[in-house]
Each structure stands twice: as C-alpha cells, then as structure tokens.
C-alpha cells in the first residue's frame, strides 16, 4: 500500500509540473508586455507634456513593433526557462526513478540476503551439530585407540616376557641337548670297551669250541651274536650324536664302487645263509670309479640289507643293484618282504620309528637303520626314497653325486 501511495504522488507531482513551466512562460510574456506598454504610455505621456506630437500612425507602429518584441522576448524566455525546467525535471525524474530502483534493488537484496542469512544459519547449525557429532565420535574414537594402544603395549609386553621365557627354555633345552648328546656320546664310549673285551674273550673261547661241550658252544654263538647286534647298537648311536653335533667326517676317495659293494654284501653272506635268503647283485654297465665316502656308503648299504633280511621270509630273495647316471650312482636294495602300509611309510625315516604291521614288530631292530641310512645319505649330498606295497615287498633306493658334495655335518671325527 505504501508503494501504491508513492506511485500516486509521483503521478500527482508530474502532472503539476506540466502545467508549471506554461505558466511561467505566460508569466513572462505578460510581465515583458506590461513592461512595454508602460513605457510607451511613459513615453506617450511625456510627449504630450512637452508638446511634441508626433504623427499617429508613427507612434502606434512603434507601440506595435515594441509589442511584439516584447511577446517575441517573453516567447523565447518563456521557451528558455521551459527548457532548462524540463532539463531539470527529466533529470530529477530520472534520479526518481534511480532512486526507486535501487530501493527495489536494496528491498530485493535485503530480502535475499535475510534469506542468505537464514541459511547460513540453518547451515551453520547443522555444520555446528555435525561437528559436534564428529567430535563426539572422534572423542570415541580416541578413548577406544587409546584402550587399544594401552591393550596393545599390554600385550607387546606379556609377548616380550613370553619370548624371553621361550628363548630361555630354548636355551635350556640347548643345553640339555648338548648334555645329553655329551651324556650319550661318553656312555656310548664307556660301553664300547667292555663290549670290544667280551667279544675279544667270545672269539677267543670261539677258537678253542672243540673243548667245549655243545651246550656251551650254543651259549657262545648266541653271546657273539648278541654282542654284535649290542656293538652294531653302540656304533650307531656314536654315529647318531656326531650328526646331531655335526662332527661326523666323510673322508671322500676315488673307488670303485662295483668291488666295494660286492666287498660290503660279503659281509652279510653269514646271515644271508642263516636266514636262508639268495642274494642277487645287479650292475649296470659303465665306469666303475667314483668318488665317494667308502665307510658311509658301506654303512648306509649294510643298513639297508639287514633291514632287508630282517623281514624277509625264509628261502627269499633280496636284490641289490647299482647304476650309473650322468651325475649320479643309485643304489637300491630290494626284498619280498611283508610290505609297509602306505601310511606308515612317511615316518619310517624318523629316529625309532617302526612300520606298524605285527610282522614287522616282531622282527625286532632299534628303529635307527634307515634314520641312519637318511642321515648319511643327506650329509653326503644324495637322497633316500622308499617304495613298499602290502604282500609285495619293500624296495629303498639311494642316490648319491659322483663328485663329494661339503655340508653342514662333515667336520672333524
């Protein structure tokens, strides 16, 4: 309404001065005429006073040239004051007008920027709400990181004591280990001797069995028996802690391996004929010459065929062969044995390890000859791998380098 009014009142103002610049102009014509008339009536009358009559129509000519200069000066006043009166009031509208649209503008501004305002406010307090929940959240975050961290340095500490108590056990069990391999060494040592004098005493009652009775002649055969097996026992043991100590020595030579198999079969050749079994011996064609550890190939190939011909049945048969390859010798001992179940094959390479069928719990042994056999095979740079099926025998083959290879286990005797 207050806009309405405004308009209104600018309506009412422009129509005022429209009409007041023609009255200004009248004004003026009128004020030159009078101002005229009057001086002619001045000068008319002095004149007369004076006498000096001038002709009629010489005087009202000049009345009326004096007329209408005087309208003609009042016109071009009037328009001149017209004029800069518009001028004005052109400008003066035209100032309205700006000022009436930078009111609008201002009242359109104010109006959005009261909106603005609104909504930064309304964004501010949701910035500020969000920020609270944040920091809230961060607080949270904070107490459950700094629980964690104090959690954790907790735990770091209870694992630190832990592993200083296991690495005081693992030194402890080091040490026990050393002990007991100094233990079994020594022990192995001190029964080594009284063995080595009964078996001197057996062999030297052997030689003179004609004086004994038959009876007595048994007994001795099965005391150098026993005293073999208990030798063989002592020996392997010895062999066992200078692995673990690595202080077994392989002391390699160039040999031919042909002889020195049919040399180590020979040994066995006693209980070959006890246990009744036939012995077949394999060669292949080549070279016969290599490089090798005489003394562990003879003990890993011993091992392997009194393993052979402790569980072989009677009247069996149990071949040994040995081949050539480019790199490598294999030697493979095989017998017509009751088998090893396919399970207990992979633990038979362990130290007291025995194959779980009943036949084979009876035939006695330590455990220990293929431990060895693995052991010595490894430590001179070759493999061992068993091959056995149920009723169908058992066949170990052993592959060592043609050239001596230094591990970890050779070292002084």
Do not use: C
Request: positive net charge; without cysteine; charged residues 25%.
């Amino acid at each position: 309404m207050e806009q309405g009014k405004t308009s209104q009142g600018a309506a009412h103002g422009r129509q005022f001065r429209v009409w007041k610049p023609l009255v200004m102009m009248l004004g003026v014509v009128l004020f030159s005429i009078a101002a005229n008339l009057t001086q002619l009536g001045l000068t008319d009358a002095l004149l007369s006073q004076s006498g000096v009559r001038l002709a009629a129509s010489v005087g009202r000519s000049v009345w009326i040239l004096h007329v209408l200069f005087a309208v003609v000066m009042g016109g071009l006043s009037g328009a001149a004051v017209i004029a800069l009166y518009l001028l004005r009031e052109r400008q003066r509208d035209e100032a309205e007008h700006r000022a009436e649209h930078l009111q609008r503008l201002v009242e359109e501004n104010t109006a959005q920027l009261s909106d603005a305002k609104e909504h930064l406010e309304l964004r501010v307090r949701e910035q500020t709400a969000a920020l609270g929940a944040k920091v809230g959240e961060l607080e949270r975050l904070r107490s459950a990181s700094q629980r964690s961290l104090t959690e954790q340095q907790e735990a770091y500490l209870q694992l630190k004591e832990e592993k200083n108590k296991s690495q005081q056990l693992i030194q402890e069990l080091k040490q026990l280990e050393v002990r007991k391999d100094e233990f079994i060494s020594i022990a192995s040592h001190e029964l080594k001797t009284p063995v080595t004098s009964i078996r001197g005493f057996v062999q030297l009652l052997l030689e003179r069995r004609q004086e004994l009775s038959p009876e007595s002649g048994q007994f001795l055969d099965i005391i150098s028996r026993d005293t073999d097996r208990l030798s063989e026992l002592i020996a392997t043991i010895l062999d066992l802690s200078r692995l673990d100590l690595h202080r077994l020595a392989f002391v390699y030579e160039r040999t031919n391996v042909v002889s020195h198999l049919k040399e180590t079969v020979a040994f066995l050749e006693p209980r070959l004929r006890e246990s009744q079994l036939t012995l077949r011996l394999v060669t292949g064609k080549g070279a016969q010459f290599a490089v090798i550890d005489p003394a562990r190939v003879q003990q890993v190939i011993l091992n392997l065929l009194t393993n052979a011909i402790r569980y072989s049945p009677q009247g069996g048969v149990i071949t040994v062969s040995l081949t050539r390859s480019a790199h490598h010798l294999h030697y493979k001992v095989t017998d017509r044995g009751p088998g090893i179940a396919k399970k207990d094959q992979a633990r038979l390479f362990r130290r007291f390890s025995h194959a779980g069928s009943v036949l084979t719990r009876k035939a006695g042994g330590t455990g220990l000859g293929l431990a060895i056999v693995k052991e010595l095979t490894q430590g001179m740079g070759g493999t061992a791998t068993l091959h056995s099926s149920l009723g169908k025998g058992t066949s170990v083959e052993v592959i060592l380098p043609l050239r001596p290879v230094r591990t970890e286990s050779s070292g002084p005797a």
